[in-house]
């Protein structure tokens, strides 16, 4: 697992701010990872996922009871059963926008991986919420956090893939929830 | 050539084929008994819920928070009750927890912000262990005692003493698996003759050991409180989710569960099974609460606004604090056991979430409806009556649950929600 630095703070050897092509493909599969989601290709997503190491998870820190707290863990296997039920619930269908801006990669060379800090705002385009003839087509922003990914840049031109997702929401109070995972 | 326009009496029509109504027939009462609907006003009006804050929720016992949020001598905790009034929880140097109305007596102002933290640690212009209001430096301990206001004796000559300005204190009581009551009602009995013996079925699993909060989350959502409040209150409803009626409804059983209602307004769902194998992901349930099998669910709802369900691993519990008649705080806390193992903690976590968290499969859609509710109800909409009818031997599809919450609000107060205008 890569960390940015060590338990003191000092920077690893092993650990290096990413060249100029590993930052573009780092870049390119967070991106690409939002296109897909705010467009509802979820099979697309799931393939910019590592299928046998993926976890994806939602957590924030609440003051309130002074501890993080995880809303949301999952595997690749169930995200797949999140976005394969999606067609099943009843639910607010309003888009979600993720905006995204990728701001620190660091990667480690020996193990072929990176992490990236990703600034994120997710803005919600009412459709069906609340009052659709008063309220559709309405944007506010939903949430902000950051994305903390774990990425297996590979090498010999494998596909970037992301090993692990962690949402950091700085956002606690998120109106009806959803059943689209930031 | 036009055919001629032939206006047919749809009053006619209604009554002949019920099918669609025009206004006159929209407008009539249904034809049950009154206890079995109620008039939209009683989510609407402005002066109903006025009332209902100074009838109800200024006098019942309410839960406002976990004894886990404060576990340490001088731990405060900040909340809101009936309304929009503020308070305080303190866990004083005795370790008891006391509540006190948050607000200054010297010029109004909030005392302590923040949602938690110790009073260890001073304000900037306080002492520690003390709670220090920022417009004047007044500071009060944690029983609520006025410790400190700067030049006393210059500014007030004996006018105004310390002892005259301590705290508004508040009935305060922990119980039912550690959570905070309180009671604004300064000649109110003690709590458990609100509860009037509802938590007796729930005993062994709340208070065998102690509990611990894992979850928090909140949300202020454009609904009346009621509304979010009877999605506990019937089962009737899981035909909206896709889990319930999928698997749940189908399981044997099913339409055996029965509810239970209690003096006070207060109504049960016992013990019931669910069958978890059918639950993707949920296969290998382990982790319970003491006294509960590892696939058991009992449900309690206090009347007027909190609603207790334990299911398997983890225990939610939903407090609403009434803000407008359209708009209600909702807090929602799961807990686990002091004791777990941090393995064990993290999959009482993963199982609250599935369902209950934000992006649980069940929360997402009750939250939608009560506030698609409100939206359709709102004042001048033409909305008329609920019906709350379905009589099915007090079994999971009844609205016995509906029906006994408004029987305690018509005691409290003094009329039918079938005819709520004063």
Redesign the interface.
Same mark, same amino acid.
């Given at each position: 697992m890569v960390a940015p630095h060590g338990p003191h703070g000092e920077r690893s050897d092993a650990v290096t701010s990413a060249d100029s092509e590993t930052r573009q493909r780092v870049d390119e599969l967070i991106y690409e990872s939002c296109l897909a989601l705010n467009g509802g290709d979820w099979n697309s997503y799931l393939a910019l996922c590592d299928p046998r190491d993926f976890r994806y998870r939602?957590v924030n820190f609440?003051?309130?009871? !002074? !501890?993080e707290?995880?809303?949301?863990?999952r595997d690749w296997k169930?995200m797949k *059963?999140i976005f394969d039920?999606l067609p099943?619930?009843? *639910?607010?269908h309003s888009p979600l926008t993720r905006h995204a801006t990728v701001y620190k990669i660091v990667c480690d060379r020996e193990g072929g991986e990176a992490a990236a800090t990703t600034l994120v705002a997710i803005y919600r385009t009412q459709l069906d919420?609340?009052?659709s003839h008063f309220e559709s087509g309405q944007t506010s922003l939903f949430a902000v956090g950051k994305y903390e990914d774990r990425i297996r840049v590979g090498a010999n031109g494998d596909a970037a893939l992301l090993l692990s997702r962690t949402v950091r929401l700085d956002t !606690?109070?998120?109106?009806?929830? *959803?059943?689209y995972?930031f | 050539m036009n055919e001629p326009v032939v206006e047919e009496d749809s009053q006619v029509r209604g009554e002949r084929d019920r099918g669609a109504r025009n206004l006159e027939l929209w407008s009539r009462p249904p034809q049950l008994p009154d206890t079995h609907y109620v008039d939209t006003r009683v989510y609407t009006d402005r002066s109903i819920f006025s009332e209902e804050i100074e009838q109800i929720f200024d006098r019942v016992w309410l839960p406002v928070c976990h004894e886990?949020?404060l576990p340490d001598a001088y731990d405060f =905790?900040t909340s809101g009750v009936a309304g929009t009034k503020p308070i305080v929880m303190v866990r004083g140097p005795d370790r008891r927890i006391r509540t006190f109305l948050n607000v200054c007596p010297h010029r109004g102002n909030t005392i302590v912000r923040?949602? $938690?933290?110790s009073l260890t640690k001073a304000e900037p212009s306080g002492n520690p262990k003390h709670m220090t209001c920022m417009f004047h430096g007044w500071q009060f301990d944690a029983l609520g005692r006025c410790a400190e206001i700067p030049r006393e004796e210059q500014g007030y000559q004996g006018r105004v003493c310390k002892t005259d300005v301590g705290l508004r204190e508040i009935r305060t009581e922990v119980a039912h698996g550690g959570f905070v009551w309180v009671n604004l009602d300064d000649r109110c009995g003690p709590l458990a003759g609100h509860v009037a013996g509802a938590f007796d079925f729930m005993a062994q699993e709340l208070d065998t050991e102690p509990l611990e909060?894992?979850? &928090?989350?909140? $949300?202020?959502? =454009?609904t009346n409180y009621k509304l979010w409040h009877e999605t506990s209150r019937e089962f009737y409803h899981d035909y909206?989710h &896709?889990h319930n009626r $999928?698997t749940g409804m189908l399981q044997k059983g099913y339409y055996d569960r029965k509810y239970t209602v209690f003096d006070n307004g207060h109504a049960a769902t016992g013990l019931t099974t669910i069958a978890y194998d059918a639950y993707?992901?949920s296969k290998d349930r382990l982790l319970t609460f003491p006294g509960m099998p590892r696939n058991g669910w009992k449900q309690l709802n206090i009347f007027p606004a909190c609603t207790y369900s334990l299911r398997t691993s983890c225990l939610r519990v939903s407090v609403m604090t009434p803000i407008s008649e359209r708009e209600t705080l909702i807090e929602i806390r799961g807990l686990g056991l002091k004791s777990d193992t941090p393995g064990e903690r993290?999959e009482r976590? $993963?199982d609250h979430?599935t369902i209950w968290?934000?992006?649980? =499969?069940n929360?997402?859609?009750d939250?939608?409806?009560v506030?698609?509710q409100a939206?359709a109800m709102r004042e001048g909409s033409g909305s008329k009556y609920l019906i709350m009818a379905r009589e099915e031997n007090s079994t999971i599809h009844d609205e016995i649950g509906l029906r006994s919450y408004f029987a305690e609000w018509s005691r409290r107060m003094g009329r039918m929600a079938s005819d709520p205008m004063p």
């Open positions: 939602i609440s003051p309130e009871i !002074r !501890r707290q995880c809303w949301m863990d169930g *059963s039920l099943k619930h009843n *639910s607010d919420g609340v009052n !606690r109070q998120i109106d009806i929830g *959803s059943h995972p | 886990s949020e =905790r923040s949602p $938690a933290g909060i894992f979850h &928090y989350q909140k $949300a202020i959502i =454009r909206m &896709y $999928a993707e992901g993290e976590i $993963a979430g968290g934000p992006f649980g =499969r929360l997402h859609e939250l939608l409806v506030q698609n939206v």
